[in-house]
């Protein structure tokens, strides 16, 4: 069982930046891919990034550019940094980490971008 925590989500004005954090109740251990992804009201959702195992992250094209993920070994945690925010970047943001076999979710964080 692994429990992922997140946290770092809130209100920024457009152009802003703001860094998620997802932080896993033990160590994982490979083959695996750790990643994030939204839902806005009303839509269903998406993929935003994800980073595997071995290193190789996959973007959305909507955040490509803007939105880096990275990882801490040693703390269990994966961080989402987010830039140059946009107001349909506004959703709640879910930690997601694939095993061979099953996945797990965090609770989500809402991210908020308006004036």
């Known amino acids: 069982q692994v429990q992922l925590v997140e946290s770092g989500g809130g209100l920024v004005q457009p152009g802003g930046s703001l860094r998620l954090s997802c932080a896993a109740s033990?160590?994982?251990?490979?083959?695996?891919?750790m990643g994030w992804y939204r839902q806005a009201p009303g839509k269903q959702r998406e993929l935003v990034t994800t980073?595997?195992?071995?290193?190789?992250?996959n973007y959305a094209d909507s955040v490509k550019g803007r939105f880096i993920i990275t990882r801490d070994n040693a703390k269990n945690t994966v961080y989402l940094q987010m830039n140059s925010l946009k107001p349909e970047d506004t959703a709640v943001y879910y930690c997601?980490?694939?095993?061979?076999?099953?996945?797990?979710w965090g609770q989500g964080t809402q991210v908020t971008v308006a004036s």
């Open positions: 997601n980490v694939a095993l061979s076999t099953r996945e797990y």
């Open positions: 033990r160590s994982i251990f490979s083959p695996y891919v």
């Open positions: 980073i595997t195992s071995g290193g190789r992250t």
